[in-house]
């Protein structure tokens, strides 16, 4: 069974503030897709990063950047220097090779950033 | 249009009654998604086409509960004899093909979603 775990339910920090964004992953599938979305108030959702299971280098982009550690089964996300436009719910998802894109996600952290 | 298009934004309908729900792809994208997400809670997978076929419905809750796309572009998803427990916002997304795709994942797009309160 594929399951994401994202055990921080909310989270608040002040502008300028760096913040970690926990994901845990399980999945016997050899070849998989690691994802995070943002979701706005207004709803949608809007895709941040895709990574595969063969490609542990952590990627930085601009104050984004992911840890991903196959050792732990986790896919955390960095925000470095927080702005009040982070405020959002981010989700991490998974998907396996052989499942045609069909994404399973954690419940969401909810990010409050504050002036 | 250069996004996932999703009608109507939000419905109000009475217990027992029938609704549609329209999603408009993404131009050329052969794969299409719909999913449920309750009131916090992430999104929970009911339904993928690939193309005009249902490629996988494991999600779909019950049998009043089904979805369509017969020309391989919109599709609607279609709840028979609402009940209140249907209530949330329904999503739809789209990407490439997902058989040409494999190797590099899928990225699907997501549209605004309809959000559904049965009262």
């Known amino acids: 069974a594929q399951k994401v775990t994202q055990a921080q339910t909310e989270i608040s920090v002040v502008e300028k503030e760096d913040v970690t964004l926990d994901c845990v992953y399980e999945t016997r599938d050899t070849t998989y897709y690691l994802f995070w979305y943002k979701q706005p108030p207004s709803g949608e959702l809007v895709f941040l990063i895709r990574r595969n299971s063969f490609d542990e280098q952590n990627e930085i982009s601009g104050r984004y950047s992911w840890n991903f550690q196959k050792s732990t089964s986790s896919f955390n996300f960095t925000i470095t220097a927080s702005q009040v436009v982070d405020s959002a719910v981010y989700f991490c998802?998974?998907?396996?090779?052989?499942?045609?894109?069909?994404?399973?996600f954690g419940q969401g952290t909810e990010l409050s950033v504050k002036p | 249009g250069a996004g996932v298009s999703q009608t109507p934004s939000n419905k109000v309908t009475e217990k027992g009654k029938y609704v549609e729900l329209r999603c408009d792809p993404i131009s050329g994208h052969t794969a299409l998604y719909w999913y449920r997400q309750s009131l916090g809670q992430g999104p929970e997978f009911l339904i993928y086409f690939q193309g005009t076929g249902a490629a996988d419905d494991s999600g779909l809750p019950n049998d009043r509960f089904f979805a369509v796309r017969p020309e391989g572009s919109v599709s609607t998803l279609k709840i028979q004899r609402t009940e209140r427990g249907d209530s949330a916002v329904y999503l739809c997304a789209s990407s490439l093909d997902t058989y040409r795709d494999r190797g590099r994942g899928t990225e699907a797009f997501f549209g605004q979603g309809t959000r559904l309160t049965v009262v």
């Open positions: 998802a998974l998907s396996a090779d052989n499942q045609g894109g069909k994404l399973i």
